[in-house]
Protein backbone atom coordinates (compact mmCIF):
# COMPACT_ATOMS: atom_id res chain seq x y z
CA UNK A 1 0.00 0.00 0.00
CA UNK A 2 1.05 3.78 -0.63
CA UNK A 3 2.20 5.83 2.01
CA UNK A 4 -0.14 8.74 2.95
CA UNK A 5 1.44 12.40 2.24
CA UNK A 6 1.15 12.62 6.51
CA UNK A 7 3.79 9.56 6.29
CA UNK A 8 5.91 10.82 3.63
CA UNK A 9 5.99 14.20 4.74
CA UNK A 10 5.61 13.73 8.30
CA UNK A 11 7.23 10.66 9.36
CA UNK A 12 11.00 11.43 11.16
CA UNK A 13 14.05 9.81 12.28
CA UNK A 14 17.28 11.10 13.47
CA UNK A 15 20.99 10.16 14.38
CA UNK A 16 24.02 11.79 15.46
CA UNK A 17 26.78 13.21 13.96
CA UNK A 18 28.65 14.22 16.58
CA UNK A 19 27.70 14.52 20.38
CA UNK A 20 26.03 17.70 19.82
CA UNK A 21 24.39 17.61 16.23
CA UNK A 22 21.54 15.69 14.67
CA UNK A 23 20.67 14.86 11.44
CA UNK A 24 16.40 14.84 11.03
CA UNK A 25 15.91 12.82 7.91
CA UNK A 26 12.28 12.63 6.07
CA UNK A 27 10.58 12.63 3.26
CA UNK A 28 11.27 9.24 2.10
CA UNK A 29 14.89 9.29 2.99
CA UNK A 30 15.67 12.09 0.71
CA UNK A 31 15.55 15.44 3.14
CA UNK A 32 17.36 16.66 6.11
CA UNK A 33 16.65 18.95 8.79
CA UNK A 34 19.65 19.60 11.84
CA UNK A 35 19.40 19.97 15.14
CA UNK A 36 22.59 21.62 16.87
CA UNK A 37 22.89 21.59 20.75
CA UNK A 38 24.93 23.93 22.73
CA UNK A 39 25.29 24.30 26.32
CA UNK A 40 21.75 26.57 26.65
CA UNK A 41 20.03 26.35 23.38
CA UNK A 42 19.43 23.82 21.05
CA UNK A 43 19.24 25.13 17.15
CA UNK A 44 16.34 23.45 15.02
CA UNK A 45 17.96 24.12 11.11
CA UNK A 46 14.55 24.25 8.82
CA UNK A 47 10.65 23.22 10.45
CA UNK A 48 9.66 20.73 7.40
CA UNK A 49 6.21 20.40 5.76
CA UNK A 50 4.02 21.00 8.94
CA UNK A 51 2.77 17.59 9.49
CA UNK A 52 4.00 15.27 11.92
CA UNK A 53 4.02 16.99 15.31
CA UNK A 54 8.08 17.96 14.35
CA UNK A 55 8.11 19.80 17.72
CA UNK A 56 7.27 16.95 19.77
CA UNK A 57 9.98 15.17 18.17
CA UNK A 58 12.68 17.74 18.72
CA UNK A 59 11.87 18.02 21.96
CA UNK A 60 12.55 14.18 22.55
CA UNK A 61 15.98 14.64 21.06
CA UNK A 62 17.09 17.78 23.47
CA UNK A 63 16.11 19.41 26.38
CA UNK A 64 17.40 22.86 25.31
CA UNK A 65 14.94 25.58 24.60
CA UNK A 66 14.69 25.11 20.87
CA UNK A 67 16.14 28.05 18.44
CA UNK A 68 14.57 27.70 14.75
CA UNK A 69 16.05 29.02 11.37
CA UNK A 70 14.98 28.05 7.84
CA UNK A 71 17.97 27.44 5.12
CA UNK A 72 15.37 29.11 2.78
CA UNK A 73 11.62 29.81 2.57
CA UNK A 74 10.14 26.64 0.69
CA UNK A 75 7.40 24.65 1.94
CA UNK A 76 9.64 21.57 2.72
CA UNK A 77 11.92 23.81 4.73
CA UNK A 78 9.63 26.37 6.01
CA UNK A 79 6.05 24.98 5.80
CA UNK A 80 5.99 23.78 9.33
CA UNK A 81 7.44 27.28 10.95
CA UNK A 82 3.98 27.90 12.74
CA UNK A 83 4.88 24.72 15.68
CA UNK A 84 7.43 27.32 16.98
CA UNK A 85 6.70 30.44 18.28
CA UNK A 86 9.31 32.69 16.49
CA UNK A 87 11.73 32.00 13.04
CA UNK A 88 14.54 33.11 11.83
CA UNK A 89 15.00 33.10 8.20
CA UNK A 90 16.26 35.90 4.93
CA UNK A 91 14.64 38.95 4.70
CA UNK A 92 14.61 37.28 0.94
CA UNK A 93 11.76 35.61 2.56
CA UNK A 94 9.18 37.99 1.54
CA UNK A 95 10.01 37.22 -2.47
CA UNK A 96 9.51 33.76 -1.94
CA UNK A 97 6.13 33.79 0.22
CA UNK A 98 3.88 32.72 -1.90
CA UNK A 99 6.05 29.31 -2.36
CA UNK A 100 4.63 28.62 1.43
CA UNK A 101 1.49 31.07 1.96
CA UNK A 102 -0.27 30.79 -1.43
CA UNK A 103 -2.86 28.26 -1.42
CA UNK A 104 -2.52 25.38 -2.34
CA UNK A 105 1.50 25.22 -2.16
CA UNK A 106 1.22 23.24 0.69
CA UNK A 107 -0.80 20.00 0.98
CA UNK A 108 -1.73 20.69 4.59
CA UNK A 109 -3.56 23.11 6.44
CA UNK A 110 -0.20 25.24 8.49
CA UNK A 111 -3.44 27.51 9.28
CA UNK A 112 -3.96 24.98 12.17
CA UNK A 113 -0.51 25.03 13.36
CA UNK A 114 -0.52 25.95 16.91
CA UNK A 115 1.71 29.24 15.99
CA UNK A 116 0.70 29.91 12.69
CA UNK A 117 1.10 33.53 13.36
CA UNK A 118 4.36 32.93 14.62
CA UNK A 119 6.89 35.84 14.58
CA UNK A 120 9.12 36.42 11.79
CA UNK A 121 12.76 37.76 12.65
CA UNK A 122 14.96 38.28 9.67
CA UNK A 123 18.61 37.34 9.64
CA UNK A 124 21.70 38.57 7.55
CA UNK A 125 25.60 38.20 6.26
CA UNK A 126 27.37 38.86 9.79
CA UNK A 127 24.16 37.89 12.22
CA UNK A 128 25.41 35.04 14.69
CA UNK A 129 23.18 32.96 16.77
CA UNK A 130 24.41 31.74 20.33
CA UNK A 131 23.38 28.34 21.83
CA UNK A 132 26.07 28.80 24.84
CA UNK A 133 29.78 27.80 23.81
CA UNK A 134 28.81 26.91 20.17
CA UNK A 135 28.40 29.76 17.71
CA UNK A 136 26.91 29.24 14.27
CA UNK A 137 27.74 32.87 11.46
CA UNK A 138 24.79 33.50 9.47
CA UNK A 139 26.12 33.93 5.32
CA UNK A 140 24.35 35.61 2.70
CA UNK A 141 23.45 33.97 -0.05
CA UNK A 142 22.51 35.17 -3.61
CA UNK A 143 19.40 34.65 -5.41
CA UNK A 144 20.66 31.22 -7.25
CA UNK A 145 18.60 28.25 -5.55
CA UNK A 146 15.45 30.99 -4.50
CA UNK A 147 15.86 34.35 -2.76
CA UNK A 148 15.88 33.50 0.24
CA UNK A 149 18.66 30.94 1.08
CA UNK A 150 21.26 31.82 4.42
CA UNK A 151 24.48 29.56 5.19
CA UNK A 152 25.04 28.54 8.56
CA UNK A 153 28.85 28.07 9.17
CA UNK A 154 29.81 26.27 12.79
CA UNK A 155 33.48 26.91 13.16
CA UNK A 156 33.36 25.18 16.47
CA UNK A 157 32.30 21.50 14.88
CA UNK A 158 33.50 22.40 11.64
CA UNK A 159 30.59 22.10 10.23
CA UNK A 160 28.89 24.17 6.78
CA UNK A 161 25.11 24.16 6.25
CA UNK A 162 24.35 25.32 2.89
CA UNK A 163 20.82 24.29 2.34
CA UNK A 164 19.42 23.52 -1.42
CA UNK A 165 22.12 25.85 -2.57
CA UNK A 166 25.05 22.87 -2.83
CA UNK A 167 24.31 19.03 -2.26
CA UNK A 168 25.55 16.21 -4.40
CA UNK A 169 22.68 14.94 -7.15
CA UNK A 170 22.01 18.45 -7.75
CA UNK A 171 20.86 22.00 -7.50
CA UNK A 172 17.97 23.52 -9.18
CA UNK A 173 18.39 26.46 -10.62
CA UNK A 174 15.02 27.63 -11.98
CA UNK A 175 12.26 29.64 -10.68
CA UNK A 176 10.51 28.56 -7.73
CA UNK A 177 9.43 31.37 -6.02
CA UNK A 178 5.49 31.77 -7.51
CA UNK A 179 6.25 35.09 -7.32
CA UNK A 180 5.13 36.94 -11.03
CA UNK A 181 7.11 39.65 -10.40
CA UNK A 182 10.52 38.31 -9.92
CA UNK A 183 12.44 38.40 -13.81
CA UNK A 184 14.40 35.39 -13.74
CA UNK A 185 17.76 35.86 -16.00
CA UNK A 186 19.67 32.88 -16.11
CA UNK A 187 22.83 34.48 -16.31
CA UNK A 188 22.61 36.24 -13.06
CA UNK A 189 21.51 33.06 -11.47
CA UNK A 190 24.28 31.24 -12.13
CA UNK A 191 26.78 34.38 -11.86
CA UNK A 192 25.45 33.95 -8.27
CA UNK A 193 25.79 30.82 -8.13
CA UNK A 194 29.36 30.90 -8.72
CA UNK A 195 29.95 33.19 -6.62
CA UNK A 196 27.86 31.43 -3.63
CA UNK A 197 30.42 28.17 -4.33
CA UNK A 198 33.17 30.47 -4.50
CA UNK A 199 32.57 31.66 -1.52
CA UNK A 200 31.98 28.70 0.42
CA UNK A 201 35.33 27.55 -1.15
CA UNK A 202 36.98 30.11 0.37
CA UNK A 203 35.83 29.17 3.63
CA UNK A 204 36.51 25.80 3.32
CA UNK A 205 39.57 25.67 5.85
CA UNK A 206 37.10 26.06 8.57
CA UNK A 207 34.78 23.35 8.40
CA UNK A 208 35.41 19.33 6.98
CA UNK A 209 32.10 18.44 5.79
CA UNK A 210 29.04 20.23 3.92
CA UNK A 211 25.52 19.63 5.26
CA UNK A 212 23.07 19.94 2.67
CA UNK A 213 19.27 19.29 2.78
CA UNK A 214 18.58 16.65 -0.05
CA UNK A 215 19.82 13.91 -1.32
CA UNK A 216 22.89 12.75 1.11
CA UNK A 217 24.45 14.50 4.05
CA UNK A 218 27.22 15.18 4.88
CA UNK A 219 28.77 14.85 0.91
CA UNK A 220 32.48 15.81 0.58
CA UNK A 221 34.15 19.70 -0.04
CA UNK A 222 35.10 18.32 -3.70
CA UNK A 223 31.88 18.93 -4.98
CA UNK A 224 32.77 22.84 -4.69
CA UNK A 225 35.21 22.62 -7.26
CA UNK A 226 32.85 20.72 -9.57
CA UNK A 227 30.33 22.69 -9.44
CA UNK A 228 32.74 25.57 -9.98
CA UNK A 229 33.93 23.41 -13.28
CA UNK A 230 30.21 22.99 -14.42
CA UNK A 231 29.48 26.77 -14.56
CA UNK A 232 32.71 27.39 -16.89
CA UNK A 233 32.19 24.38 -19.02
CA UNK A 234 28.21 25.76 -19.46
CA UNK A 235 29.97 29.19 -20.70
CA UNK A 236 32.52 27.44 -22.42
CA UNK A 237 29.77 25.47 -24.55
CA UNK A 238 31.76 22.23 -23.51
CA UNK A 239 28.84 20.60 -21.69
CA UNK A 240 25.36 19.36 -23.26
CA UNK A 241 21.77 18.70 -21.32
CA UNK A 242 20.88 15.23 -20.61
CA UNK A 243 17.57 14.12 -22.59
CA UNK A 244 16.07 13.51 -19.11
CA UNK A 245 15.49 15.51 -16.07
CA UNK A 246 16.13 11.65 -14.26
CA UNK A 247 13.89 13.37 -11.15
CA UNK A 248 10.64 11.98 -10.46
CA UNK A 249 9.38 14.90 -8.50
CA UNK A 250 10.98 17.46 -10.84
CA UNK A 251 9.14 15.54 -13.53
CA UNK A 252 5.75 16.34 -12.07
CA UNK A 253 6.32 20.12 -11.91
CA UNK A 254 4.42 22.17 -14.51
CA UNK A 255 7.66 23.62 -15.53
CA UNK A 256 9.13 20.05 -16.26
CA UNK A 257 8.53 20.17 -19.95
CA UNK A 258 10.94 23.45 -20.30
CA UNK A 259 13.94 21.82 -17.97
CA UNK A 260 16.72 20.00 -18.49
CA UNK A 261 19.56 18.72 -16.50
CA UNK A 262 23.80 19.42 -17.15
CA UNK A 263 25.67 17.19 -15.29
CA UNK A 264 29.27 18.10 -14.50
CA UNK A 265 31.81 15.04 -12.93
CA UNK A 266 29.99 15.01 -9.53
CA UNK A 267 27.65 17.84 -9.46
CA UNK A 268 24.91 18.49 -11.88
CA UNK A 269 21.87 21.67 -12.15
CA UNK A 270 18.61 21.91 -13.37
CA UNK A 271 17.08 24.48 -15.25
CA UNK A 272 15.67 26.14 -17.78
CA UNK A 273 16.81 24.43 -21.04
CA UNK A 274 15.94 27.91 -23.91
CA UNK A 275 17.92 30.21 -21.73
CA UNK A 276 20.61 27.53 -21.36
CA UNK A 277 21.34 27.75 -25.41
Known amino acids: MEPSLEEIFGSYMSWKLDDQTWIINFMNGTENMYLLEGDEKALLIDAGYGVGNLRAYVEKLTDKPIVVANTHYHPDHAAGNGEFE ?17 PGMVPFDITKLPHADYKKVYIGDGDTIELGNRTIEILDVKP ?54 ERILSLSNEFDYLLPNHNGTPIAKSYLNDYIDLIHAIYNKEVEPDEKLNHRYIEMDPQASKLCRVRGKNGSIITYREQLR
Open 144 to 197: AHCNSSLFFLDRSHRMFFCGDDMEAAQVNLFDNSHNPYINYDLKTILNNFLENT
Open 86 to 102: QVYMSKGAELDKASVEN
